[in-house]
């Protein structure tokens, strides 16, 4: 018997990852073909629960119509012209931005840790300018479990001997409290300080949320000793938590904000927001990005906030996390042995694990489910914002399931 079509191009698949693609990632022999909402397809027809969404990113899920049309719809007009010249959609995006951050700038480029780059970028600006002497003022205390991205500066700002080792030696110039620990965070201020700099709710490090108070903490010691509050929201924002950015509920106002992941809904896309009050520190010349804010990611990103508005997602996901939470919230006590504790908030859970998760999250996928590992110790359940009440009971019902069969394995 012959191979069918799509047998033969999952083999195809593997064999040029094998031969042509760099292998650092440890990726499942599954190979996806389709998504349709929450759902995505394997090359042998397996349907998949995707409540990973290409970690935090596909917020609308797979293929939503409004986002298609608009991609389709520019990629016929306008797919791309560089920053040399100013660009319709991008103009809007900023708008639209600008109007749920504050006042001030949006710079636009392609990832989660370029727009954290940018932001380093902008501390080393700032601490010169208020020094009066260059580079006196340079160092940025960041959180341990960080993890700012894989880019030198982003490494830098990430203390996980997972992510540094081999690249020694990093940037100088980094120090790190403890989440969640003020007092921490002020023993690092020196003369020689000039930002803060850490993710309102740390993603890869395992879902640990910064508490209200903690936040307005460091607001507090910002403006104290002179000193830029920037918020890495690349996972956490755009909707992820049930408001647009996660530090909305503490009430603080940042400095400067990265974003990326969900924005664009699954097209590349990264943005920095700067206070009014900061952003003239960029001048022509001293940053860019080539492909940063092309016609086609700003209008992907547009088609994004657009169904999160007219389809009231925020509101929905606040609606849905009651009894999502509820039920997860009872996995501790059904499942003493295997699971910790639940971390986060909204569409962003952490699943603290006492045993590895990369095995649960193996046997979840096996069961049609898809997470991601967060740490060494977490799992992460990460649905679009689409997801119905009746997606994530369908997800716990997988979830209880392998659990139960690792606990009868244990």
């Not at 809007?92 to 700038?105: D, H, S, V, Y």
């Not at 001293?286 to 209008?299: D, I, R, V």
Request: charged share 20%; with cysteine; proline share 4%.
């Amino acid at each position: 018997m012959s191979e069918s079509p799509v047998a033969t191009m999952s083999a195809s698949t593997k064999d040029l990852y094998a031969q042509y693609v760099l292998g650092n990632y440890g990726q499942p022999s599954v190979t996806f073909v389709r998504g349709d909402g929450v759902h995505v397809w394997d090359d042998e027809g397996k349907r998949y629960l995707d409540f990973g969404s290409g970690i935090a990113v596909t917020a609308l899920g797979h293929s939503h119509p409004h986002w298609v049309a608009a991609v389709q719809d520019q990629a016929a007009k306008l797919a791309h012209v560089s920053n040399l010249f100013a660009n319709e959609t991008q103009g809007l995006l900023a708008q639209k931005l600008i109007e749920k951050t504050g006042p001030g700038r949006m710079f636009f480029c392609n990832s989660g840790a370029e727009a954290n780059e940018g932001l380093l970028k902008l501390a080393r600006l700032y601490g010169q300018s208020i020094a009066g002497k260059e580079g006196q003022r340079y160092k940025v205390i960041c959180a341990e479990q960080a993890f700012h991205g894989r880019t030198y500066g982003g490494m830098s700002a990430t203390p996980q001997v997972k992510i540094q080792n081999g690249f020694a030696p990093l940037l100088d110039g980094f120090s790190f409290g403890k989440l969640n620990d003020l007092a921490s965070f002020e023993a690092l201020i020196d003369d020689q300080t000039a930002a803060i700099f850490i993710e309102t709710i740390q993603g890869e490090g395992g879902i640990h949320p910064a508490t209200p108070e903690f936040l307005q903490g460091l607001r507090k010691l910002c403006d104290e000793h002179g000193l830029l509050l920037m918020l890495d929201e690349v996972q956490c924002g755009a909707g992820r938590t049930g408001t647009f950015f996660a530090f909305e509920k503490a009430g603080i106002q940042p400095d400067a904000i990265g974003m990326a992941k969900g924005l664009g809904g699954g097209f590349p896309i990264g943005a920095i927001w700067i206070a009014e009050a900061y952003h003239k520190l960029f001048t022509p010349g001293s940053h860019g990005t080539t492909f940063g804010g092309n016609p086609l990611a700003c209008a992907a990103a547009l088609a994004v906030l657009d169904v999160m508005e007219s389809d009231n997602l925020l509101a929905k996901v606040s609606e849905n996390v009651e009894a999502w939470h509820a039920r997860l919230n009872e996995l501790p006590g059904k499942f003493p042995q295997l699971v910790a504790e639940i971390r986060g908030a909204g569409y962003m859970i952490g699943i603290g694990m006492k045993i590895a998760p990369l095995d649960v999250m193996v046997a979840a996928r096996e069961a049609g489910l898809l997470v991601v590992a967060a740490g060494s110790n977490a799992l992460r359940m990460l649905p679009p914002l689409i997801a119905t009440p009746e997606d994530l009971s369908a997800a716990m019902d997988i979830l209880e399931d392998v659990l139960g069969k690792t606990k009868t394995m244990a």
